[in-house]
């Protein structure tokens, strides 16, 4: 069939902002509890509901959590670890009013704790001694801060907890051996993260369930300590990343040892809690997900050999630590280039792989779908940066002779964050439509060892910013992309990129900023405490260097924007508030340049309802139909674009040295 000759842009695609926004569900928190398989869906299409949905052998699926109520604890705001499931009883942790509830089979929630502001997660259930132990952050004192602490409750009567551990600024992974006779658990304090550096320590649990004799096993400022894990035989295993990458290690006679050192990550930042990159088959087979270049694998490690085995499937991403195992199985979230995120069994003895569910149906052919190349280029300092490259595409539609495609830059969130490689229908709605996209894993992304992940520390705004220009450099001078047609779109962290390569570099022609930082000085006064020292080593500390926030806030440096730029905000965004938005909209505006502002109700930061979805999508792209100068396939609604004749957005040259611009 020959093929239509369009401009890029303007392809017709299946790939819709509909198809985007209602037709799928995000998967998450997996559990096994006995034959039964659990995890928690995010519903656009139903307002942005967490629902638990519980799969049986023979395939029936049931939806656990009941209107009214939506699985989703707001502990350091990211959450993850609401629930946990014990003989078919859920205990999760309700989004509108933070208790933490009791759900036996065939009946409704009923509450365990007080209906007050404090906020539940990363749970487990104590068997000998009939109660939960969990992470509690509590917002009911007179403090500056939420205060967090371990605590233990009744499974039956529940109430605000007992406190187990507390004293310091951070706890996560409260862990008991088999016979409840050890408890571990991580800590850390400002300012570090999770992934700067945590600590291991374990307790002996004496009968009445209080602590004694805690004690350090591993971890400090500069150690990051991720998922202590109790091996069938009591041996305590954990991931490290003391050699600059996160390796498994365990404690055997009272030494640390590592089980199989290489270069790679067998471990993730604790954004939320509960994930897991490891699980056991037995005390001599570990099953372990671990990421090498950008891609992660799935392999079978014997702590007493200490040989690595790969597991050979066509799942190509695990996604954020969801691993299970029961009886020879393993279970986990994950995709593929060509496949969604979804539910997967693999049968141990036979390699056999099964989907289980998907987070959405195939309903495009895989002819549209762009297959993503793993790029390394160069950077500044010598160094080198990564990214995946996904080219236009679509099965229908050729460009004109010599016609090179817009390009947009993804920098995502975090930024100790990452992209993966999954087939995500995100980015295909602009490579079907004859755009393409390079993903970039900065400088400061997870899954490239600890220094490459430090590259960031001081340099936030600098070498998120560098790298994302050079990606463009490089993709241009292969004639992948139009040098005078380049966008740069992001979130939260990928907001402030996105911002900042358009204040600091004349790269960019458009931007899209989706609840993103413009002021750092506003984001260190103003967020929450998981968040409120994360730029001490990003920026500086604050209020000592208010001059580097100053001079790295695009807030103040709009005389450098000569690009188009469409913000969006969630008006309920307790991360990044919407005051953010509004005043860089309102300085760009003010300069007489492209601008628009999509703000939304009900929703924080990152959008959930399918409503909102579709409008950005579509928003977006008009937004790039008007700058880019390309008609659109189909028709949408407009979106009011501020000084849309202006003359101020000008085609890029090259950009500046960022380091002198800050």
């Excluded at 990363?122 to 801060?145: C, F």
């Excluded at 990606?471 to 740069?488: F, H, K, M, P, Q």
């Excluded at 188009?564 to 340049?593: N, R």
């Amino acid at each position: 069939m020959s093929k239509h000759v369009s401009p890029y842009g303007s392809w017709k695609s299946p790939i819709t902002a509909d198809l985007l926004a209602s037709t799928y569900v995000t998967l998450d928190e997996l559990r096994v509890d006995g034959d039964d398989v659990y995890w928690n869906e995010l519903r656009p299409n139903d307002k942005g509901r967490n629902v638990i949905v519980q799969r049986k052998p023979d395939g029936t699926l049931t939806d656990i959590t009941p209107p009214g109520f939506s699985a989703r604890t707001r502990v350091h705001e990211y959450g993850g670890g609401c629930y946990l499931v014990h003989n078919g009883t859920i205990y999760f942790s309700n989004y509108t009013d933070q208790r933490l509830y009791r759900q036996d089979p065939g009946s409704d929630p009923s509450p365990l704790t007080p209906p007050v502001d404090m906020r539940y997660a990363d749970s487990i259930i104590d068997p000998r001694r009939n109660r939960i132990i969990s992470v509690r952050e509590d917002h009911t004192l007179k403090t500056p801060q939420a205060v967090t602490t371990i605590v233990s409750l009744g499974i039956e009567r529940g109430g605000e907890g007992k406190i187990l551990v507390s004293g310091n600024d951070f706890y996560s992974t409260p862990r008991l051996n088999n016979d409840g006779s050890k408890l571990a658990w991580l800590t850390w304090k400002h300012p570090n993260m999770p992934w700067d550096g945590t600590e291991l320590w374990v307790a002996n649990v004496k009968p009445d369930g209080s602590l004694d004799k805690s004690e350090k096993v591993a971890g400090g400022l500069e150690e990051s300590i991720y998922q202590p894990e109790w091996s069938p035989d009591g041996a305590l295993y954990f991931s490290s990343d003391r050699s600059g990458w996160w390796n498994l290690y365990r404690q055997h006679n009272n030494q640390i040892e590592p089980l199989y050192p290489m270069e790679a990550e067998f471990g993730l930042p604790q954004w939320g809690f509960g994930s897991h990159t490891f699980v056991f088959d037995s005390s001599n087979q570990i099953i372990c997900a671990y990421t090498k270049d950008g891609i992660w694998h799935l392999a079978s490690l014997n702590p007493t050999k200490k040989t690595l085995r790969p597991i050979e499937t066509r799942i190509s991403q695990i996604l954020w630590g969801n691993l299970a195992e029961k009886n020879g199985t393993v279970f986990l979230i994950g995709g593929s280039a060509t496949e969604p995120s979804s539910i997967v069994k693999i049968d141990l003895s036979t390699k056999e792989t099964e989907i289980l569910h998907q987070s959405r149906e195939i309903t495009v052919d895989k002819e549209y779908l762009s297959i993503p190349n793993s790029i390394e280029f160069p950077t500044e300092n010598g160094r080198t940066a990564f990214a995946f490259f996904y080219p236009p595409k679509n099965p229908e539609y050729e460009a004109p002779q010599g016609e090179r495609p817009p390009l947009l830059v993804v920098s995502h969130g975090g930024p100790t964050s990452f992209s993966p490689s999954t087939l995500r229908y995100e980015i295909q709605y602009w490579t079907s439509r004859g755009i393409g996209v390079v993903d970039v894993n900065y400088g400061g992304s997870t899954g490239y060892g600890r220094e490459y992940r430090k590259r960031l520390n001081d340099n936030w705004g600098i070498v998120d910013v560098q790298d994302c220009v050079n990606a463009t450099r490089y993709l241009a001078s292969r004639r992948e992309a139009d040098g005078d047609r380049l966008g740069i779109r992001g979130g939260s962290a990928g907001g402030y990129t996105t911002l900042c390569a358009l204040a600091f570099t004349s790269t960019f022609k458009a931007g899209a900023r989706y609840f993103g930082v413009s002021d750092l000085e506003l984001l260190a006064k103003d967020t929450h405490k998981f968040e409120s020292r994360y730029l001490d080593k990003l920026v500086g500390p604050y209020p000592k260097r208010r001059d580097i926030y100053r001079a790295r806030s695009p807030i103040y440096h709009v005389d450098g924007i000569s690009s188009a730029l469409i913000l969006f905000q969630g008006l309920e965004d307790k991360v990044v508030s919407p005051d953010q938005s509004e005043k860089i909209f309102e300085a760009v505006k003010a300069k007489g340049l492209p601008v628009a502002y999509i703000a939304y109700e009900w929703e924080q930061h990152g959008f959930r309802r399918a409503e909102n979805i579709k409008r950005s999508y579509e928003a977006e792209l008009y937004f790039y139909s008007k700058i880019f100068q390309f008609n659109l396939a189909e028709q949408m609604e407009p979106v009011t674009i501020e000084n849309l004749d202006a003359k101020g957005a000008r085609p890029a040259t090259p950009p500046m040295e960022i380091t002198e611009t800050l």
